[in-house]
């Protein structure tokens, strides 16, 4: 039950984030963006059970490959492949990591979306110059990858901690442990 309406809450956050993320400003002086997105998709994918999140993290996927869709002179430069496969290989990490640290921490997920945004990022810079042909790395480009991903470390353990007060998950249920014994031992 609680994972069915964390998967419909994480499905309702889905819209809101990335229209919340196009509404906010950029951040001055070299203009970047804050991403809510990954934020949201990192909490999902190490929250939710590996089927739910594999099927959340092709959402996301389809959702980010639409709105980075860009056909230049006729050419798909980013297209759907690219963010659903990279969000289907992010889930299956986040889950080994929430399951090699029993269940969804704070820190972890701050550092997971840190490195999500700042590979999703990345990986979008470098397709983009891979098909244009040329590499322009300066202090603007750099810039541009890492403020989003220290936003997104600043930001994600708010998310976590109002997502986490809202549907309140259990991660030591699965193995039989009391809050009593795991103080004793």
Request: hydrophobic share 60%.
């Amino acid at each position: 039950m609680r994972t069915a309406l964390l998967f419909v809450l994480l499905l309702i956050l889905l819209p809101v984030s990335v229209a919340v993320q196009d509404l906010l400003p950029a951040i001055p002086p070299f203009q970047e963006r804050v991403l809510l997105l990954p934020v949201v998709f990192c909490f999902g994918a190490m929250a939710l059970p590996l089927l739910p999140a594999l099927c959340f993290a092709l959402l996301v996927g389809l959702v980010q490959g639409l709105a980075i869709l860009q056909i230049e002179s006729g050419q798909i430069e980013l297209g759907l492949v690219g963010p659903v496969v990279f969000f289907l290989s992010w889930a299956i990490l986040l889950q080994m990591a929430s399951e090699a640290t029993r269940g969804i921490r704070w820190e972890i997920h701050a550092m997971g979306s840190a490195l999500v945004t700042l590979t999703l990022i990345g990986g979008e810079f470098l397709i983009l110059c891979a098909k244009r042909g040329g590499f322009p790395a300066d202090m603007t480009v750099l810039m541009r990858c890492l403020v989003p991903a220290g936003s997104a470390l600043l930001i994600a353990p708010v998310v976590y901690f109002l997502l986490r007060s809202l549907v309140p998950l259990v991660p030591d249920a699965g193995l039989g442990l009391t809050r009593k014994s795991t103080l004793d031992a």
